[in-house]
């Protein structure tokens, strides 16, 4: 059975930084499947923040319009783990931050708050 656990996640002020992690078990093949990051705001559905994906040495990222330039995707396939850095955070980046493996495992979620 394949779980997904985040954490890292928690309070910050607008403009400061936060790192998420999420650690994957149950997967033999993590470094083979896209894996990325999501998110719901309260009162709105969840909606994609980045992905990766590993093909032979080369790392293939992509991001949505809202956080490309402040946000970093990466992942360490040696220990089955995925990262999401946070830089220059917006109270718009409130909600849950979920992790998600090839589009159909995903994490509990863990929640961020940034406040102004």
């Known amino acids: 059975q394949v779980q997904l656990v985040e954490s890292g996640g928690g309070s910050v002020q607008a403009g400061g930084s936060l790192r998420l992690s999420c650690v994957v078990t149950g997967s033999s093949d993590f470094s083979l499947q896209t894996v990325g990051w999501y998110r719901q705001a309260p009162g709105k559905t969840r909606e994609f923040v980045a992905d990766i994906l590993t093909r032979g040495s080369r790392d293939i990222r992509a991001y949505s319009d809202s956080v490309r330039g402040r946000i970093t995707i990466s992942r360490d396939n040696a220990k089955k783990t995925l990262f999401l850095q946070m830089n220059n955070q917006k109270p718009e980046d409130t909600g849950v931050y979920y992790c998600?493996?090839?589009?159909?495992?995903w994490g509990q979620g863990i929640q961020v708050t940034v406040s102004s």
């Open positions: 998600n493996r090839a589009t159909i495992d």
